[in-house]
C-alpha cells in the first residue's frame, strides 16, 4: 500500500490531529484544471490536499478538502456495513500519551481495552470533520 485518503472539512485541524499520531506533512497542494478533472470526473474541480507520511516514510495519508464542486455526502453518518472507508489504525508507543494528546484535537474515546498483546480503541470522532 502506498496511501489512502480521506475527504474532510478543516485540512489544518487534520494535519494536526494525525501529525500527533506521528505522521509528518510531506507537502501541501491546490490541484484543478484539465489533468485533475479528467482524473477525478469532477468539472471545475478544486482541491487541496496535503500528504502526510508515516514515520517509516513507507506510507501516505493524503488529506483533500474539496473547495469546488461541493461535498456531496458525509460519510460519518453511513452505518459500518455500508461500501468505502472503514478505519485506519496506528501502532503507539505509549496509548495513554497518544490519547491525551488527540483528546486536544477533539477526539472522544467510545470505549478502550486492553489485552497481553495489544491495546485497543474505539473513538467516536476525530477533529470536528472527521470520524
Known amino acids: 500500500m502506498d ?3 480521506i475527504v474532510v472539512e478543516d485540512g489544518p485541524a487534520t494535519i494536526a ?3 500527533e499520531l506521528g505522521l509528518e506533512l ?3 497542494s491546490t490541484i484543478d484544471g484539465d489533468w485533475a478533472e479528467r482524473v477525478t470526473g ?3 474541480m478544486r482541491v487541496e490536499i496535503a500528504m502526510m507520511r508515516t514515520p ?3 506510507r501516505r495519508l493524503e488529506i483533500s478538502r474539496f473547495l469546488r464542486p461541493p461535498v456531496v455526502a458525509d460519510h460519518r453518518k453511513a452505518p459500518v456495513n455500508a461500501l468505502g472507508y ?5 501502532a503507539v508507543d505509549d496509548i495513554d500519551k497518544t490519547l491525551a494528546r488527540l483528546r486536544e484535537h477533539g477526539l472522544s474515546v467510545a470505549k478502550s481495552f486492553s489485552t497481553k498483546t495489544c491495546i485497543a480503541c474505539a473513538t467516536s470522532a476525530g ?3 472527521f470520524s
Open 127 to 129: 477533529p470536528k470533520d
Open 17 to 19: 490531529f494525525f501529525g
Open 26 to 28: 510531506e507537502g501541501q
Open 3 to 5: 496511501n489512502v485518503g
Open 86 to 90: 472503514l478505519r485506519v489504525m496506528f
Open 56 to 58: 517509516d516514510g513507507h
Open 42 to 44: 469532477l468539472r471545475d
